[in-house]
């Protein structure tokens, strides 16, 4: 859908991007970080944006920041 600009259920082509929003304390659309043995430092959040159907509500989520990718993998990687 973020690629093809199209729905990939309904084939509607009205696709909105909602980006990822952090609140103060806690929530919004994001991965929380902990990386063991820092409990003091924390690295921000990977932050999650949706690309929605405006016809049938479907939605995808994708990590837009290639930096977040590449700490995603660091972290969690094989
Ligand atoms: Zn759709």
């Not at 103060?24 to 159907?53: D, F, H, Q, T």
């Not at 049938?56 to 990718?69: K, R, S």
Request: with cysteine; charged share 25%; net charge positive.
């Amino acid at each position: 859908m973020k690629n093809s600009g199209k729905c990939s259920k309904c084939q509607s082509n009205g696709i909105m991007h909602v980006p990822a929003l952090r609140q103060l304390y806690g929530g919004g659309n994001i991965i929380e970080l902990r990386p063991s043995g820092k409990w003091l430092s924390w690295e921000a959040p990977v932050m999650v944006s949706r690309y929605v159907c405006d016809k049938c509500g479907f939605c995808e989520e994708w990590i837009d920041n290639a930096g977040d990718i590449a700490k995603l993998k660091k972290l969690f990687g094989g």
